[in-house]
């Protein structure tokens, strides 16, 4: 008789990005030439002060384990560049270094969230933020944001989904998949209402450095005892792969998620904390011409989408998705759409059902301008043959 798994394991879902990736894989395989528009992974080149940081850290020997919440240095660094850029203060117990903004994000959820706790998701949400909240045993609550406020979260929709259980909102500005970005005048009020209700707000700001007409933005002024900030590595520096990423927030919340990192992962490679290192300091400058070319690839895209009969698209404030309304298409059921899209068109994108809105594909714009024009022209063509 098969032993079986554990009860949680029912209501994870596979991440609906890794089965398109799989699903292109194939196609490639086979030999067709598949434009990917899946992927959440800059494909730009490692800015070369961190690779050779990196190098330099594995000649000097730098492998034995490291302290659990990360190299002192490192947290120095991390506080320094919140200091700098937006004048808030968090002491190196207030930071947790962690192998990318996922496990800084999941620690946090182990530290603070109980079996029976509720959740707030703003949807469209990541992938990930139910799947950890089920992990912890807590429940996740979908918040709705709203095409008419181009994704914004209003603090209102998060007052109507309050209750008693209510231990966290997790706010992801610049948001997977909208683009949506939240102005400090935004998160002012979430913030209010956290400290009126009291629950923790997880500030997801993986993206921070990936924006475009304003910002970059955070909650970091804010901080306080319901404050938690988590950044990485992965977007800004283009090293998604090396997994470092962090966690600021109250130090007692901090002591918690460490305790769980030691106790798991123990810490980020050394190496990929000698090169964050760097990124944090040498290596400040280095997303800007990353954010340059991807602002004229959201461009481009968002223009090609909209010229396009029944495609309607807002153009992303910030991360690398466009997230365009198709529910012209298959009645609305995204991931007929996906599908069609990938055999018809050769052309990978993520179902909206994945996010929490059906009716729309999230495009990712990291790859080439060519390929994006490519890819826009394929999915014209396609999607004029179903109108
Ligand atoms: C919204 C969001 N948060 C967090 C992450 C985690 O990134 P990492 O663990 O590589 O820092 C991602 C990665 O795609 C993301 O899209």
Redesign the pocket.
């Known amino acids: 008789m098969p032993l079986g798994l554990a009860d949680r394991m029912g209501r994870l879902s596979p991440s609906a990005t890794m089965e398109v990736r799989r699903r292109a894989e194939e196609l490639r395989r086979k030999g067709v030439e598949v434009i990917d528009l899946g992927p ?2 800059p494909d730009f080149p490692v800015p070369d002060v961190v690779q050779e940081a990196a190098v330099r850290a594995i000649a000097e020997g730098h492998a034995p384990y490291g302290p659990a919440a990360g190299l002192p240095e490192l947290k120095c660094a991390i506080a320094a560049r919140y200091r700098e850029d937006y004048r808030a203060q968090f002491t190196p117990e207030e930071v947790l270094v962690s ?7 999941f620690s946090v959820a182990l530290a603070i969230l109980s079996p029976g706790d509720e959740v707030l998701v703003p949807s469209p949400f ?1 992938v ?1 933020y139910p799947a950890m909240a089920h992990l912890c045993g807590a429940k996740p609550v979908f918040v709705p944001t709203l095409p008419q406020d181009r994704f914004h979260l209003k603090p209102e929709a998060v007052q109507e989904a309050l209750s008693p259980r209510t231990k966290a909102l997790i706010v ?1 500005s610049p ?2 998949p909208t683009g949506a970005l939240l102005s400090p005048a935004e998160l002012e009020p979430i913030i209010s209402l956290a400290q009126k209700h009291s629950f923790y707000v997880i500030f ?1 700001e ?2 921070e450095l990936i924006f475009y007409e304003e910002g970059p933005y955070s909650a970091a002024p804010y901080r306080g005892e319901n404050v938690i900030i ?1 950044g ?4 800004s520096h283009a090293v ?1 792969g090396w ?3 962090w966690a600021l927030g109250p130090e007692g919340v901090i002591r918690a998620a460490t305790a769980v990192q030691s106790h798991s992962v123990t810490h980020p490679s050394t190496v990929s904390q000698r090169a964050a290192l760097a990124a944090l300091t040498e290596g400040r400058d280095a997303t800007a011409p990353m954010r340059a070319e991807y602002l004229a690839r959201r461009d481009l895209v968002v223009e090609g989408l909209n010229a396009i009969p029944g495609v309607e698209c807002l153009p992303p404030e910030g ?1 690398f998705y466009a997230f365009p309304d198709l529910s012209a298409f298959f009645g609305g059921d995204s991931l007929a759409l996906a599908n069609y899209l990938l055999e018809e068109a050769h052309v990978a994108a993520v179902p909206g059902r994945a996010f929490g809105r059906d009716g729309h594909l999230r495009l990712s714009f990291s790859c080439s301008r060519e390929e994006l024009r490519k890819g826009i022209e394929r999915l014209r063509a396609a999607l004029a043959k179903i109108r």
Request: positive net charge; contains cysteine; proline residues 4%.
């Open positions: 959440g992974e192998c990318g903004g996922k496990m800084a994000l990541w990930s992801n948001s997977n997801d993986c993206y988590v990485s590595l992965s977007k998604p997994r470092l990423g991360a």
